[in-house]
């Protein structure tokens, strides 16, 4: 209907039907379908309500699209504010991945919670993620002045997974030593 519409010139009957589609099924593609019908006039009158909808059904959505528009800030802010499973450990990584640069601590604490997830499950593809996770963990740990934590942190997860020499093995291998 939308593709009808455009042929036919008829932006404004775009919008509504975007608008009206977001409204019924608020999810982060209605909403960046919303958002690319609008001219930059129409999306600025529009982009605080279709916020508040998506927020208000889709959270995970809400982050999605946030970090699509690259409002880092507001995306926290709305995850920190919901519930962390609804979210979803791949969007907590991406907001930790934006946020690794200018809150450092922050991001450090949702690593370490991601490897704590992660290895839940004994699984060798788990164990290569977590040495990945440790090392931006690590880095980020530099950049707020908290490396001493980061090291007795390490030693502890170590220490709590010295029967999975898997684990282990990758993580020395990876340089993850505490």
């Keep these: ?14 919008l509504d039907l975007r608008r009206e589609q977001h409204r019924r099924m608020p999810r982060s593609t209605t909403y960046a379908k919303l958002k690319a019908a609008g001219s930059s ?6 982009q605080s309500s279709a916020r508040e909808v998506l927020g208000a059904r889709d959270v995970g959505g809400l982050v999605d699209a946030l970090l699509a528009d ?4 507001a995306a926290w802010d709305a995850a920190t504010e919901a519930n962390t499973e609804s979210i979803g450990d791949h969007r907590w990584a991406r907001l930790a991945e934006e946020r690794e640069a200018t809150q450092p601590a922050a991001a450090l604490s949702v ?8 290895l839940e499950k004994a699984d060798r593809r788990n164990y290569r ?11 980020a740990a530099a950049a707020a002045g908290l490396s001493e934590e980061f090291d007795e942190h390490l030693a502890a997860l170590r220490e709590q997974h010295r029967r999975r020499p898997t684990l282990i093995a990758i993580l020395d291998k990876a340089g993850l030593r505490a």
Excluded: F, P
């Design 111 to 118: 690593y370490l919670r991601l490897i704590n997830s992660t």
């Design 129 to 139: 993620a977590a040495a990945r996770q440790l090392k931006r963990a690590q880095k």
């Design 1 to 14: 209907a939308a593709g009808v519409l455009a042929e036919r010139g008829d932006d404004a009957g775009v």
């Design 70 to 73: 690259g409002d880092i800030d």
């Design 41 to 46: 006039g129409a999306w600025a009158s529009e």
